[in-house]
């Protein structure tokens, strides 16, 4: 673990309650222990001895592992955790890793809404198949839930659109998502991340 993380790098902490997530830098590592800086607001959702999930991209792929709040500093708002560096887990892919999600939700396209079927998704985007043929020229609004019934809301910006093999009335599409709000994004990563273990272990 030494070898993986260093003072300044980005992680994510993700307590029990995700409302409370956030990604922050590194300020102090040490062999078995991390301390960030952390908002007033997300710092009420973390309670001293509670096992919370952290996930960073490391050059070995992406770095998951449950460490223990060990020091909530109120005044200077700042959080240490303590990790076993023998226990964690890297999944050697791309910086976001992506899993199948089969899930329908809306589109609105010209203020008609869409539905849309997913096939996968990760941090930075998805690929799903719909009827309506979409512009990569425009942004278009979208709304999904993963395991919650929390909608997560933005926008998806088409970067390829191609007919599904076997059909002419459905498109397979594949873009990015646009102003994904920070929580939205640790959500989704965080999904991504349990459902990669589940699909390793089995």
Known sequence: MKKLLKKHQQI????????GAFAADILDFSAESIEVGVSEKDIEYYKQGEQIESF???????LY?????????????RLKVRFDKDKYDILQRRE???VDFEKEFTLTNNDRECVCK???ICAGGM????????????DYKIEFTLESTIPISCYFKPIRVMPQKGTKQENVVSGRFIALKNIDKIAIVQFCFKKSMESTNK
């Open 12 to 19: 994510y902490f993700v307590p029990e309650d995700i409302q």
């Open 56 to 62: 960073a991209v490391v050059e070995e792929g992406m």
């Open 65 to 77: 592992f449950k460490p223990v709040v060990t020091e909530i500093d109120t005044q200077n708002n």
């Open 96 to 98: 976001y890793t992506r």
């Open 118 to 120: 997913c096939i996968d």
């Open 127 to 138: 690929k799903f198949v719909t009827s309506e043929l979409l512009n990569t020229a425009q």
